[in-house]
């Protein structure tokens, strides 16, 4: 079984700042993909980020990016230049190779400073 | 876009009512997920579904069910409904091909179970 966590229950940033948001991984697999979900408040869970096990190389999307350390299990996701729409629920995930369902996090309520 | 709609987005039930929750997608996923979340707790699993007329259960399907008589719906079902049971329910759905694990969810039904 694999598990995910968040230590980060909430966290805060002031606007156009940078910030990191932290997440540890379990699995036996050698194979898997990690995620960030982002869930504003009362909408839709939307994927914000991917990573496959298997590529060195972080992913970035736009002012997303992430700090992936296989060695360490950590998957930490830095947002720079903070906006006000990126304040909701964060969520990091896991997949195994071959098994679609993700496991999920706790979460890390994240909120934008104006 | 991928649209995933849920039934309802406020529910209010009664102890020991039978309580469906619907959830349709509209881009020929085969793979269909019903979760609970609950604060502190992120996202679990309750079952899923590969196929039409197939599921799975997940971390927690005590106390509910599940029906796919079609590839586009994946009805959740709780039997009984308890007090227990009060939640934010999300229904995601995602491709059956290897290497697309992405899930795409809908906006969620929140149940209140008195």
């Known amino acids: 079984a694999q598990t995910v966590t968040q230590s980060q229950p909430e966290m805060s940033v002031q606007e156009a700042e940078t910030v990191t948001l932290s997440c540890t991984y379990d699995t036996s697999e050698s194979d898997y993909y990690l995620f960030w979900y982002k869930q504003p408040p009362s909408r839709q869970m939307i994927l914000v980020i991917r990573q496959e096990a298997y590529k060195q190389q972080n992913a970035t999307e736009n002012r997303f990016s992430v700090n992936f350390q296989k060695a360490a299990k950590s998957f930490s996701l830095k947002i720079s230049d903070s906006q006000l729409g990126d304040a909701a629920m964060y969520f990091c995930?896991?997949?195994?190779?071959?098994?679609?369902?993700?496991?999920f996090g706790t979460g890390t309520r994240l909120t934008i400073i104006p | 876009d991928v649209k995933v709609t849920q039934s309802s987005r406020y529910l209010v039930k009664r102890t020991g009512e039978k309580v469906f929750l619907e959830c349709v997608q509209d881009?020929?996923?085969?793979?269909m997920f019903w979760y609970r979340q609950d604060p502190g707790l992120g996202l679990r699993l309750i079952y899923f579904?590969?196929?039409?007329?197939?599921?799975e259960k997940g971390d927690i399907p005590e106390g509910y069910s599940v029906s796919r008589e079609k590839k586009e719906r994946f009805s959740l079902i709780l039997e009984s409904a308890s007090t227990n049971q009060t939640s934010m329910y999300l229904c995601a759905s995602s491709f059956g091909q290897r290497g697309l694990y992405e899930q795409y969810f809908g906006p969620g039904t929140r149940l209140t179970v008195t």
């Open positions: 881009m020929d996923h085969e793979n």
């Open positions: 579904s590969y196929d039409v007329k197939m599921k």
């Open positions: 995930a896991c997949a195994n190779f071959g098994n679609e369902k993700l496991t």
